[in-house]
């Protein structure tokens, strides 16, 4: 058995693939992870190897080598070959290392919270929130990234944190991913209706049946019992319908009722990573008015 560093052409990994007899169902979600790291130039060699055995089997990097046909463009990758091929089903048995594990080696308090955070900002930023987002992965190298183009995203996640101390357990507030991914953007953009919304949901005071809050926290209670056994299905509803509350408030609209249907778009949002710039700062472009 040896091992060396080959560049890897979309041809050659098609020839590899097809000697892919024995590995596990393809992952369309863990592909699509791994294009886009590899689209976004973020592709490296790691030490993770492509394992091919002595009768020239696949036994390792289906996944890769698929996303790399899909790349359309030769990468390097660390190639093992002649391995024996009763050593297959020992991959795969270690933890892989996630988000929150990738953050707390960087000394970020809340780093489970953090990771959360910062998935729905980078799928947000990238347009990938809808049917089936809750399966989509995301890298961690892309949550380092989207960790250095938000650095309040600590801040956000330790508000959400004492958000849901503070609230009777099972709220919609428990849900620390949503309210930090919705508390940072209200950080980067101070609202208000936004910062009434956050403490009527987290104190059930101070609300009318036409609150943004008091809808939500409605719908959430409904919800729950409604797409029991279907938590997927009720992560996107939620995360939709807290969104669309959450703007509602900061526009300080009142609303009666939310309907959300399967298929509904989600309302992305405007992050403005680089921060709100002063006033004498910006520079606004010719535009036609609405």
Not at 29 to 36: E, H, K, Q, S, V
Not at 241 to 262: H, K, W
């Amino acid at each position: 058995m040896y091992s060396q560093v080959v560049t890897v052409t979309p041809a050659y990994a098609k020839k590899l693939l097809a000697s892919n007899k024995t590995n596990r169902k393809i992952s369309k979600a863990n592909c699509n992870r791994i294009l886009t790291a590899m689209r976004n130039g973020e592709w490296k060699l790691n030490g993770e190897s492509i394992v091919i055995s002595k009768n020239e089997q696949l036994l390792d990097g289906q996944h890769r080598l698929t996303a790399l046909v899909e790349y359309g463009s030769p990468l390097p990758m660390l190639m093992v070959f002649n391995a024996d091929d009763s050593v297959f089903d020992t991959f795969d048995q270690n933890k892989l290392r996630n988000g929150a594990d990738t953050l707390h080696v960087e000394g970020v308090q809340n780093s489970k919270e953090c990771a959360s955070i910062l998935r729905l900002v980078f799928l947000n930023d990238n347009k990938l929130i809808g049917e089936g987002f809750a399966f989509q992965k995301v890298s961690n190298s892309q949550i380092l990234q989207t960790a250095k183009a938000y650095p309040r995203y600590t801040e956000a996640a330790s508000l959400a944190v004492q958000l849901a101390k503070s609230s009777v357990r099972g709220s919609i507030v428990w849900n620390k991913s949503i309210m930090g991914f919705l508390l940072l953007h209200n950080l980067m953009n101070p609202s208000e209706g936004a910062d009434v919304f956050f403490e009527q949901l987290s104190t059930k005071i101070g609300w009318s049946s036409t609150s943004p809050a008091y809808v939500l926290d409605r719908y959430f209670s409904a919800v729950k019992g409604a797409a029991s056994g279907r938590s997927a299905v009720r992560q996107q509803f939620t995360l939709i319908a807290a969104t669309r509350t959450y703007l509602m408030a900061r526009d300080n609209q009142e609303v009666s009722r939310i309907i959300i249907n399967p298929g509904q778009k989600f309302p992305y949002l405007d992050f403005n990573p680089k921060g709100i710039p002063e006033p004498d700062e910006i520079v606004w472009p010719d535009c036609e008015g609405e």
